[in-house]
């Protein structure tokens, strides 16, 4: 009973030893490894979709995407367009119309086209996948066309200001023409009433 009674003891104190011994953290390097492999988990858990079985290629796959908005930046607006009307409607394609939309060379009517292409996608995207294409991709997208749009009537503006400027320069030199008419006209009665006179 004694040997059991200190074979207890001794396994009692040596896990309360144990615990006085200092842990050791994990490397730094193990732990960014921990860390970089939590991200690239939730990398691949964000999905551009809503359902695994959406018509949208590579779905879960962020950095697919990623990597095909950042090669369109080598591309011109031209060759982006001849891209655009070469893709169908399915979500898949849309999605790529949208990302060839962006850029600073696209002009308004196709940006605004844009705008409406997202609108009708954002219902089949994950919730994380709208927030990123709405903060993205569309707020900005809509600002510049506002700004657009703002310019154009500023433009307009202008130019009918300019064009009431110069109608009301041509009706100053008319009146000013008959004010003239009207005094040679006076002039040659006055003349005609001294000749009169004489």
Same mark, same amino acid.
């Given at each position: 009973?004694?040997k059991r009674?200190?074979?207890?003891?001794? =396994?009692v104190?040596?896990l309360? %030893?144990?615990e006085? /011994?200092?842990?050791?953290?994990?490397?730094?390097?193990?732990?960014?490894?921990?860390?970089?492999? %939590?991200?690239?988990?939730?990398?691949l858990s964000?999905? =551009? +979709?809503?359902?695994?079985?959406? *018509?949208?290629?590579?779905?879960?796959n962020?950095?697919?995407w /990623?990597?095909y908005?950042s090669?369109?930046?080598?591309?011109t607006?031209? $060759?982006?367009? +001849?891209?655009?009307e070469?893709?169908?409607?399915a979500?898949n394609? /849309?999605?790529k119309?949208?990302l /060839?939309s962006q850029?600073?060379e696209?002009?308004y009517?196709?940006? #605004?086209?844009?705008?409406?292409?997202?609108?009708i996608l954002?219902?089949?995207l994950?919730?994380?996948? $709208?927030?990123f294409?709405? &903060?993205? &991709?569309?707020?900005?997208s $809509?600002?510049?066309?506002?700004?657009?749009?703002?310019?154009?009537?500023?433009g307009r503006? !202008?130019?009918?200001?300019? $064009?009431? !400027?110069?109608? *009301?320069? #041509?009706?100053?030199?008319?009146?000013k023409n008959?004010?003239?008419q009207?005094?040679?006209?006076?002039?040659?009665i006055m003349?005609?009433?001294?000749?009169?006179?004489?």
């Amino acid at each position: 009973m004694t040997k059991r009674l200190s074979f207890v003891f001794v =396994v009692v104190f040596g896990l309360s %030893a144990c615990e006085l /011994l200092p842990h050791k953290q994990p490397a730094e390097n193990e732990h960014n490894q921990v860390n970089g492999e %939590a991200e690239n988990q939730e990398l691949l858990s964000f999905c =551009v +979709a809503r359902a695994e079985t959406s *018509q949208i290629e590579h779905n879960c796959n962020i950095p697919f995407w /990623l990597n095909y908005r950042s090669e369109l930046e080598t591309l011109t607006w031209l $060759q982006r367009k +001849a891209e655009i009307e070469r893709l169908d409607a399915a979500p898949n394609s /849309l999605l790529k119309k949208i990302l /060839l939309s962006q850029g600073k060379e696209t002009p308004y009517n196709d940006r #605004l086209r844009a705008q409406r292409w997202i609108e009708i996608l954002l219902p089949e995207l994950s919730e994380e996948m $709208q927030q990123f294409v709405k &903060v993205m &991709v569309y707020q900005p997208s $809509q600002d510049l066309l506002e700004l657009e749009s703002a310019l154009v009537t500023l433009g307009r503006v !202008n130019s009918n200001l300019s $064009q009431a !400027n110069e109608e *009301q320069k #041509l009706m100053i030199e008319k009146q000013k023409n008959q004010i003239e008419q009207l005094l040679k006209i006076e002039a040659s009665i006055m003349a005609n009433d001294n000749g009169d006179q004489l």
